[in-house]
């Protein structure tokens, strides 16, 4: 799909990878919906952006009727939704037999349930139209389960499946889907986690992190060239045939580096 004067709705907008696919989809001329719950924070992305005319909605996307507003001022200013990148979302680390139940739901509402949410208000003037990309902005912990995060490649692991599930249902409408699996990137990730902290030995790992841009870059040409999956930084795809071909060894090695094995 062509970038130019497309209407581009990104979730979580205001910092990140968010932010920076708003200046990266601006660059190349799109027309932009950005939704995040800090205002100042989506302003903020839009005066990078160079977007002076940017529509802005905050709002908490895990609620249905934020989720509903923030579609119709889209729908209201620009007629349609082009491209639409689920990109908020949340991290958890703690063994999956701890966490509290309402930590676990809290993370599937915003890393699947909101998602598929969103998809299922736009969807549907996509196929009317029979044109429209839904970009879900997955991880390579959805390719390869992380034992420092089980719960969070659980949800990455559901989007992963529900991205590759539409494009097959919406196929003949001429909608397409892409899921993004970023491996380290330089943002607040870790953060903004729910609770927990990962292993020392993860955190010595960003040093290979790439930039927000960077990431971003590779969103706007998967987008352009109809990619199915994208993987950044591309080293990533070594970690997910490690994971099919030596399954044992991988394992175990990603156990020591939790501190499990």
């Not at 509903?68 to 200013?77: K, P, S, T």
Request: aromatic share 6%; hydrophobic share 45%; glycine share 8%.
């Amino acid at each position: 799909m062509q970038i130019p004067n497309r209407v581009v709705l990104i979730t979580g907008a205001s910092e990140g990878i968010g932010a920076a696919c708003a200046a990266e989809f601006a660059r190349f001329g799109a027309r932009l919906v950005l939704t995040s719950r800090s205002e100042a924070g989506l302003r903020k992305a839009a005066a990078a952006a160079d977007a002076k005319d940017a529509l802005i909605v905050p709002g908490d996307i895990t609620d249905d009727g934020s989720r509903r507003r923030i579609v119709d001022h889209a729908l209201e200013r620009f007629g349609a939704v082009d491209i639409l990148i689920n990109n908020a979302g949340l991290g958890l680390y703690a063994p999956a037999w701890t966490v509290p139940m309402e930590e676990a739901r809290r993370l599937m509402e915003i890393n699947f349930f909101a998602p598929l949410a969103l998809t299922q208000l736009i969807a549907p003037q996509m196929r009317e139209r029979r044109t429209g990309f839904i970009v879900n902005i997955g991880s390579i912990a959805g390719k390869v389960t992380l034992p420092w995060m089980t719960l969070y490649s659980v949800s990455k692991y559901a989007l992963g499946s529900l991205t590759e599930g539409l494009r097959m249902e919406l196929r003949a409408s001429g909608v397409r889907t892409m899921i993004v699996c970023p491996g380290y990137v330089k943002t607040g990730f870790q953060q903004h986690v729910i609770s927990g902290s990962p292993p020392a030995s993860i955190v010595k790992g960003r040093r290979f992190a790439i930039e927000p841009r960077e990431c971003a870059e590779a969103i706007r040409r998967g987008v352009e060239r109809d990619a199915r999956t994208v993987v950044t930084p591309a080293s990533g795809w070594a970690l997910t045939f490690a994971s099919r071909l030596f399954p044992r060894l991988l394992e175990a090695r990603l156990a020591a580096m939790n501190g499990t094995a």
